[in-house]
């Protein structure tokens, strides 16, 4: 059974950088059939896709447009867990924000969430 | 502002069907596949539909998905009272190689 634990603060400064770690059990990080990715939802935004990181036959990223500028997801094979850096945050970075498994069937789908991740950007 | 464009609510009685539509572009949902989610209150996003149709394990079949062109359509029979909750459509952008959402639909059963 595969499960994600999130974990990581829940206030950070405005101009900082958010830092959040996902740990994976009954999956690997360098699955060659999965994608480890991170979204985040708030009230004005909705789900926001912000990005991921898979395995395949060498480590690739995507990100989302309104963050490339600022995002980092990093896999870590020696922990089996993945992370999100995103910088300079603003009030506007304040979200729920959740890691996810990714499945290609061949269709993208968000199979196993975390638990979710309460994020405050205030001074 | 969503890639994707949802209902901002809908409504039904108990034991009545609803239909929730989710619509796009050539560039996600015209050439990939839809998946469907649902959001109890506090709770994560589950999966209820994957490849515009496919039930996850466990998901019964009152759950349905289709898709045509560049909008896709999520069914719900026989509605429960626990079936309230916020519903989200996702689908791949190609040019924009990203996940894209929708706002999702909130479903009131009365």
Redesign the interface.
Known sequence: QVQLQQSGPGLVKPSQTLSLTCVISGDSVSSNSAAW?W?RQSPSR????LG?TYYRSKWSN????SVKSRITINPDTSKNQFSLQLNSVTPEDTAVY?C?R?LE???????I????TMVTVSS | Q?VLTQPPSVSAAPGQKVTISCSGSSSNIGK????W?QQLPGR????LI???N?R?SGIPDRFSGSKSGTSATLGITGLQTGDEADY?C???HSS?????????TKLTVL
Request: proline letters at 8%; hydrophobic letters at 30%.
């Open positions: 990715n979204i909705g789900l926001e896709w991921r995507d990100y989302g447009v959740y996810a990714s069937n061949p269709g993208v789908l968000l199979d969430w975390g638990q979710g | 969503s990939n596949y839809v998946s989610y994560a996003p589950k999966p994957y490849d515009n496919k996850p989200y996702g689908t791949w924009l190689r990203a996940v894209v959402f929708g706002g999702g």
